[in-house]
């Protein structure tokens, strides 16, 4: 157990529709970073936070694809009017400060039909 | 082009065979990780290598980083069904503040 939630762990969504996912880090994870997997590959960069600030955000991520970390603790990412190639898992991590080692969520495998 | 290159992609061996396992690149890197993630869970992170030529090992698990420190390998003695998942190698590039860059993965299946 990384400390690390996700919810829901899976979403079945018909195309067109907007959905939203959620990550809680634990307290320690100052940077927390969103990643994206498909069938097949390693995960992708989408975005990250430092506390709650977003300094980064990956050409992956399209004018349908929002981010937030209120208050700097847990983060939402949205997606609105998804599409066929939004399906995916979608991977939440923490990075304690001064550790390079990534405490990864279970995911949020998202299905679009 | 992938920065890190995993081979093989998919490996299906028996249950007390060794096997090994690559991730090669053409950049050199400051550091690299070895994560393991089992299907429908998050990547869990077995080891980090940050020195040229420098082995670590986990019980079975035997992980090298290259001279050069642009390459890595798994090895496995004795696999068991256990370590049946999709082995992952990432790199932190300097530039992106932690930001990893993972690889495509060994998908690994140990036959009973």
């Known amino acids: 157990d990384t400390g690390v939630s996700q919810d829901p762990r899976h979403k079945i969504t018909k195309r067109g529709q907007n959905v939203t996912f959620r990550c809680d880090p634990i307290s320690e994870h100052n940077r927390l970073y969103w990643y994206r997997q498909t069938l097949g590959q390693g995960p992708e960069f989408l975005t990250y936070f430092q506390n709650e600030a977003q300094l980064e955000k990956s050409r992956l991520l399209s004018d349908r694809f929002s981010a937030e970390r209120p208050k700097g603790s847990f983060s939402t990412l949205e997606i609105q009017r998804t599409e066929q190639g939004d399906s995916a898992m979608y991977l939440c991590?923490?990075?304690?400060?001064?550790?390079?080692?990534?405490?990864f969520g279970q995911g949020t495998r998202l299905t679009v039909v | 082009t992938q920065l890190l290159e995993q081979s093989p992609q998919f490996l299906s061996i028996q249950e007390g065979e060794n096997l090994t396992v690559y991730c090669n690149s053409s950049?050199?890197?400051?550091?690299l990780q070895w994560y393991r993630q089992e299907p429908g869970e998050g990547p869990v992170l077995l080891v980090t290598v940050v020195t040229g030529g420098e082995v670590k090992k986990l019980k079975r698990l035997t992980f090298q980083f290259g001279d050069a420190r642009k390459d890595s390998s798994l090895h496995i003695t004795a696999a068991q069904p256990g370590d049946t998942g999709l082995y992952l190698c990432a790199v932190a590039l300097e530039w992106g503040a932690q930001k990893l860059v993972f690889g495509q993965g060994t998908r690994l299946t140990i036959n009973p």
């Open positions: 950049s050199v890197f400051s550091s």
């Open positions: 991590a923490g990075f304690p400060t001064g550790v390079a080692e990534a405490f």
